[in-house]
């Protein structure tokens, strides 16, 4: 800028630089970058094993999937969307995401294990950094929950070496031996070292029948009181489900430190479901054999199935679980 020989304050030049004249060429090269850094991880995942080349979230596919697919569920939908998304949205988080599903049998707990592994890893069960524990198959024994620990121990701190994004379901927590579980209190927390990755980055998926008396009555009450149940929340019975996984003498979190210093992110309670949501599951199963049409089949599934309770029968005593048998059967 030049000074007017006639006064003191300076006069500004113009000019015909663009105001960020290297905006362009720094544009540019943080596109070439990009593309170099995109196609040398290509490279890489074609010569060496990393889940990060298989770990693709979907999250968008994730909801649409929940909300299309999973019926009734309104507070599963809503709090495994939203939790999924913001764990997803931190690239070091502080803490693993740790979800707990309860409900009764043939809600759609297990198919919403289902939809995470294939929305973040392509695939339902098949992927080799989904690892799934079932009680009666892997801790049989209530007498061996000291091999259980140190085994279980072993297992998770493996894979989580060998990847961070591990995802871990445990299934039938009620028939889990009491303090099996409690060995993971220390991958759960902000402070544990798992040496060569971060251990925070994984996922944890607990399911069980228990609770499910708590969320039967909320359903109940709601009902009897003319409300919808969309208008339940999940804060109208998270402190009794806690409770009853605590004290129940069955529950793979019977007296845990897990539950005690709350190392679970959230409860996902899975409601009870009604003769619609029924009919929609046997709507859905005839769609997929190409039998669309049979209206027939939908409303003699609806009719079989078993409702309680014994006064009002608003409620499918095993949820969906019985809809493909009776599809067979009435098809």
Not at 12 to 35: C, E, G, I, N, Y
């Amino acid at each position: 800028m030049l000074m007017s020989p006639n006064s003191a304050q300076p006069t500004p030049v113009q000019s015909t630089w663009p105001l960020h004249p290297a905006r362009p060429f720094m544009d540019a090269t943080s596109s070439v970058l990009k593309r170099t850094s995109d196609f040398l991880e290509r490279i890489s995942c074609t010569i060496s094993a990393d889940c990060n080349c298989d770990f693709k979230p979907n999250i968008r596919g994730l909801e649409w999937d929940l909300y299309k697919n999973l019926y009734g569920q309104h507070l599963a939908q809503d709090i495994v969307s939203e939790e999924v998304a913001n764990f997803l949205q931190k690239e070091s988080p502080d803490r693993p995401l740790v979800l707990s599903f309860h409900g009764g049998s043939g809600t759609g707990k297990t198919l919403v294990s289902s939809m995470l592994g294939r929305h973040l890893y392509g695939t339902a069960m098949g992927s080799p950094y989904i690892h799934q524990f079932v009680p009666t198959l892997h801790f049989p024994s209530p007498d061996r929950v000291k091999q259980y620990r140190l085994e279980l121990k072993l297992w998770v701190e493996g894979n989580l070496t060998a990847c961070a994004r591990s995802i871990f379901i445990f299934d039938e927590m009620e028939n889990m031996p009491p303090g099996v579980i409690d060995i993971l209190k220390p991958f759960l927390g902000p402070s544990y070292v798992v040496f060569g990755t971060n251990y925070r980055k994984a996922i944890y998926i607990f399911i069980s029948t228990i609770g499910e008396e708590v969320i039967h009555r909320m359903a109940l009450e709601t009902r009897q009181a003319g409300r919808e149940r969309e208008e339940i929340r999940l804060g109208d019975m998270e402190n009794a489900i806690s409770q009853a996984v605590f004290n129940n003498s069955r529950s793979g979190f019977f007296h845990s430190s897990i539950i005690q210093e709350r190392l679970l992110t959230s409860f996902v309670p899975f409601l009870p479901l009604g003769r619609r949501h029924v009919e929609r599951c046997a709507r859905r199963e005839l769609c997929q054999r190409g039998e669309c049409q049979r209206t027939d089949v939908v409303a003699a599934v609806g009719e079989a199935v078993v409702y309680m309770p014994e006064q009002g029968q608003h409620f499918s005593s095993k949820g969906c679980k019985s809809v493909p048998a009776k599809v067979n059967l009435f098809l």
